[in-house]
């Protein structure tokens, strides 16, 4: 019989709590992909002492029984790994005091919308978390001290939702000998025309998360533009390493799952709220950096 029983708590997402621990936290899970359960591991690593309901959001039509939960529960703490999640946890109406963290969120500015903005300014440790940016700098560095050669980058990019990022870019990028050029679009078809025009002249492509620019086939297309007049092309995770890119940054999830565990404990033992970079491996494809004859630092 318990067995039966486990296995529906595992197959519904319904939080079966093996521990009675100090604290009593609710997790929330934007689905069941492999990056978001490497989350959830990193976390339960970290919190073993504490008692962790799961709800997962996948099927969708789990979305009002695990709200009806969280809201009758009494949690100490709530947790939203990925978006889907933090827009749950956010538009719940708990009890004042009650804390809320993100993890692996791309913009948690944008997706958790004007109460989490709200929450930083008065500097309230609800409304901490670890996203899935790493600062602009920090790339810049890494992709300076990789490819030591890199001199001229052009940046794919959407001014809509990425024009900010751009600019940073550019001003870091002049501290560090780089030269930050702008190959903005509207839209997908003029992709193949701003490369057309700017390829030449540039050392590497960077593809930054963006709406307009981003998908596989674009991203293959650009490796492929590239690496015909030798150029390289930075991503942002494996698939572009896969698809020949020269560099990409590949997240720890688990070990982000981790960080979210300290900043659970920070919650807990009264700490103000820092948010960490995510962990992240700089990736390099050595046979495609012989190939353009890239030198490159490990």
Same mark, same amino acid.
């Given at each position: 019989?318990?067995?039966?029983?486990?296995?529906?708590?595992?197959?519904?997402?319904?939080?079966?709590?093996?521990?009675?621990?100090?604290?009593?936290?609710?997790?929330?899970?934007?689905?069941?992909?492999?990056?978001?359960?490497?989350?959830?591991?990193?976390?339960?690593?970290?919190?073993?002492?504490?008692?962790?309901?799961?709800?997962?959001?996948?099927?969708?039509?789990?979305?009002?029984?695990?709200?009806?939960?969280?809201?009758?529960?009494?949690?100490?703490?709530?947790?939203?790994?990925?978006?889907?999640?933090?827009?749950?946890?956010?538009?719940?109406? !708990?009890?004042?005091?009650?804390?809320?963290?993100?993890?692996?969120?791309?913009?948690?500015?944008?997706?958790?919308?004007?109460?989490?903005?709200?929450?930083?300014?008065?500097?309230?440790?609800?409304?901490?978390?670890?996203?899935?940016?790493?600062?602009?700098?920090?790339?810049?560095?890494?992709?300076?001290?990789?490819?030591?050669? /890199?001199?001229?980058?052009?940046?794919?990019?959407?001014?809509?939702?990425?024009?900010?990022?751009?600019?940073?870019?550019?001003?870091?990028?002049?501290?560090?000998?780089?030269?930050?050029?702008?190959?903005?679009?509207?839209?997908?078809?003029?992709?193949?025309?701003?490369?057309?025009?700017?390829?030449?002249?540039?050392?590497?492509?960077?593809?930054?998360?963006?709406?307009?620019?981003?998908?596989?086939?674009?991203?293959?297309?650009?490796?492929?533009?590239?690496?015909?007049?030798?150029?390289?092309?930075?991503?942002?995770?494996?698939?572009?390493?896969?698809?020949?890119?020269?560099?990409?940054?590949?997240?720890?999830?688990?070990?982000?799952?981790?960080? !979210?565990?300290?900043? /659970?404990?920070?919650?807990?033992?009264?700490?103000?709220?820092?948010?960490?970079?995510?962990?992240?491996?700089?990736?390099?494809?050595?046979?495609?950096?012989?190939?353009?004859?890239?030198?490159?630092?490990?």
């Amino acid at each position: 019989m318990f067995e039966c029983l486990l296995v529906v708590c595992l197959l519904f997402g319904i939080p079966g709590n093996a521990n009675s621990g100090e604290h009593s936290v609710a997790v929330v899970v934007s689905d069941r992909i492999r990056p978001y359960m490497q989350v959830l591991k990193g976390l339960e690593q970290g919190l073993e002492n504490d008692s962790l309901a799961v709800f997962y959001l996948v099927p969708s039509e789990n979305n009002d029984r695990v709200s009806a939960a969280l809201i009758k529960g009494e949690y100490d703490l709530y947790v939203a790994i990925g978006p889907e999640a933090g827009d749950l946890i956010w538009s719940l109406e !708990t009890e004042k005091g009650k804390g809320k963290i993100y993890s692996a969120i791309l913009d948690p500015h944008m997706t958790l919308g004007k109460e989490q903005q709200e929450e930083q300014e008065e500097q309230d440790r609800a409304g901490c978390g670890v996203s899935l940016q790493i600062p602009v700098s920090i790339q810049l560095a890494e992709i300076s001290g990789a490819l030591p050669g /890199v001199k001229r980058v052009g940046l794919l990019f959407d001014r809509a939702y990425n024009g900010t990022f751009f600019e940073n870019a550019r001003i870091s990028g002049k501290m560090l000998g780089i030269d930050l050029i702008p190959l903005a679009v509207d839209s997908k078809k003029d992709i193949p025309d701003i490369l057309k025009k700017h390829l030449d002249t540039l050392d590497c492509i960077w593809m930054v998360p963006d709406r307009t620019v981003i998908s596989e086939k674009i991203v293959q297309y650009v490796v492929k533009q590239a690496l015909y007049l030798k150029k390289g092309v930075i991503g942002y995770n494996s698939f572009f390493l896969k698809s020949g890119a020269v560099f990409a940054f590949e997240f720890d999830y688990t070990r982000i799952g981790f960080q !979210t565990s300290e900043l /659970v404990n920070d919650y807990f033992n009264g700490r103000h709220c820092v948010n960490p970079v995510p962990f992240f491996n700089r990736g390099i494809n050595i046979k495609v950096a012989r190939t353009i004859g890239f030198r490159v630092e490990e």
